[in-house]
């Protein structure tokens, strides 16, 4: 960010506003993490401050400090609407484009406020008056400490601040494994637990928290995996049938695509998940290396996110949308092959 727009935003921030802050639909810990930390954050300068999320989120994420400052939009649409048209400041996070606002993408397409958007996504959208954007960064979590950083006011990172800061840090990336994690990242993260951050308790709080029918459906995921040697690339599927079997529970799947990467030899990993009422089948991508999965989940599946983590949706059904992704791999046999 310019220094004269850090100045500016400064001055806005010095009289009390009223502010209202959104993550991306199906909210991760990323996303989560970094409305509620700057929602703490902002709380404490005096500003009436909320966050509206799309719609509601994984139980595992519950447990993150500042619960009350969130309404959900598709529960409380009323309420949510004139919280937005009163805005004087939104502040929108880890997301580039409101489309990825699912049921708010209208009202906060029509609403004329001060918008600022923090994301780290690839291609943002020019909606916001001030736009923090840096592909680069680890998380958007990372870059809110950065904010306030850049505003001169980490002294006011509350220990529950820190805590929701740590958590997205650390599920952004995959627990400080993926090549997003920088020495700086390694900084910040000291400075969060400097801060208060109770890093054991959140790994714990955030990963140990499984249902056993979530460890019988992962084990289903796995049994379900097709390795596609020639192209590196393993995927996984689960029906909606497989899902009810297991009495399926938001964010019962996060992580499972991921396993398909600890497979010696795979850089291409996708898990399609069947979703009847939504009548479309969800996708997640990961890549390795240089193997672009924003621009494969773009080009082919309606979606977006980072060149390691992306994902999409495919309004064909579960045993056509693999189909249709096998049938597109030899068209990238090089790039799948030049990587190691
Ligand atoms: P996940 O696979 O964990 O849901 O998402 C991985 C990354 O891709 C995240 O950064 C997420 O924001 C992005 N992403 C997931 N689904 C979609 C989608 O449907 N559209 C776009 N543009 N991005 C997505
Ligand atoms: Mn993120």
Redesign the pocket.
Known sequence: MKSTEIKEIKSLLTTPKKIVIVP?K?P?G??IGSTLALCDFLKSKKHDAVVIAPNDYPEFLKWVPGQENVLIFDKNQNEAKSKIQEAEIIFTL????F??TGLMEEVLSKTTTTYIMID??QQPDDYANYTYSDVSCSSTCEMVYNFIDMLDETTLISPEAASALYLGIMT?TGSFRFSSTTSKTHRVIANLIDKGAKNAIIHQDTFDNNSYERMQLLGVALNNMKICAAYKTAYITLSQEELDQYHFKKGDT?GF?NYSLGIKGIIFAA?FIENKADQII?????SKGNFD??QF??EH??????IN?????SDLNLVETTQKFEKLLPDYEKELKDEA
């Open positions: 991306h199906n991760d990323d996303a880890d997301f580039n484009h489309s990825r780290h996504h952004d996060e695509v898990i969800k996708i997640s991508l990961r999965v924003n989940a773009r599946f309606h979606g977006g996110g980072h983590a992306a994902g999409g949706r």
